[in-house]
């Protein structure tokens, strides 16, 4: 039986300590200088958003409607095609953990976890309770709308890995979005994020429907970068042939010409990058 999901209590704030020594005084440097110093050391402390990727235009999305009233109604299909979903669980199967704690971010009622593999725990996310109810691989989970919210009510470095697949493209605010991912992260943690060419055209934000394969995979590099603390970016690509690796965009009339003759198969993109540092695992 699916376990309700539980947010933890508040952790406790932290108190001085009474020997602490006085602190020594300096001369005060004027307020526009103290400010902007200020704001450099948070922008460059490990966790903290050092610049917006977005626009507010790249923001924007077709359909105005709460996400929440969107996703209503439970939708049990796939939204990926099978070549999709199998490169997406052996990526699984050779960049997670068995025994570890996992956060299934904007998930569904399709688990895509190796079955062979056991977890310590699964978290799931998603804006329909109905589809994460069906979800086979979910200890727990819980609703939430992140283009309202971005908060995670979740405990920080809880987990070593997060999963978001097929639903970057939705993400209004992806910089605080990874930045909260970042926090709930532990050290050395993994945060994949996979994707085709496939949306809700109308709900997708506008930088992305504008854009091509080539430049969604770098605006998802680029919400890694924003987020100071993520090591460098992996893009792993597989392409509707099964070649591996690089390559620039396929002429157009080439999806044009997979489509009329139902060869069209769905490519398959990931970004990869980690909490401070990549382990290394014997």
Request: proline share 6%; net charge positive.
């Amino acid at each position: 039986m699916l376990r309700p999901w539980q947010p933890p209590s508040p952790l406790p704030t932290a108190i001085a300590h009474k020997n602490t020594p006085p602190r020594l005084k300096f001369p005060r440097a004027s307020a526009s200088t103290t400010n902007a110093s200020e704001e450099d050391d948070n922008r460059s402390q490990p966790g903290k958003i050092r610049r917006q990727v977005l626009t507010q235009q790249g923001r924007g999305k077709l359909d105005l409607r709460s996400d929440r009233d969107f996703y209503a109604y439970p939708r049990f299909v796939t939204h990926v095609d099978g070549g999709f979903i199998s490169a997406l669980t052996e990526l699984y199967r050779r960049r997670l953990q068995s025994g570890s704690e996992v956060l299934d971010l904007m998930s569904s009622w399709v688990s895509h976890l190796p079955e062979e593999m056991e977890f310590k725990r699964v978290v799931g996310h998603g804006l329909n309770a109905q589809e994460l109810a069906r979800n086979p691989r979910l200890d727990y989970f819980f609703v939430k709308d992140l283009n309202r919210d971005q908060r995670l009510e979740l405990e920080s470095s809880s987990f070593d890995a997060v999963l978001c697949t097929v639903s970057v493209q939705y993400l209004q605010y992806p910089e605080q979005v990874f930045a909260e991912i970042f926090r709930v992260l532990r050290p050395g943690g993994v945060f994949i994020v996979s994707f085709s060419n496939r949306m809700f055209y109308e709900k997708a934000i506008t930088s992305w429907r504008d854009g091509s394969d080539y430049s969604r995979v770098q605006l998802v590099v680029q919400y890694f970068q924003s987020v100071v603390g993520f090591t460098e970016a992996e893009v792993v690509r597989k392409s509707p042939g099964g070649r591996k690796g690089g390559g620039g965009e396929r002429p157009w009339y080439m999806g044009l010409l997979e489509l009329l003759s139902g060869s069209s198969k769905d490519p398959f993109y990931a970004v990869i990058a980690y909490k401070n540092f990549k382990p290394v695992y014997e």
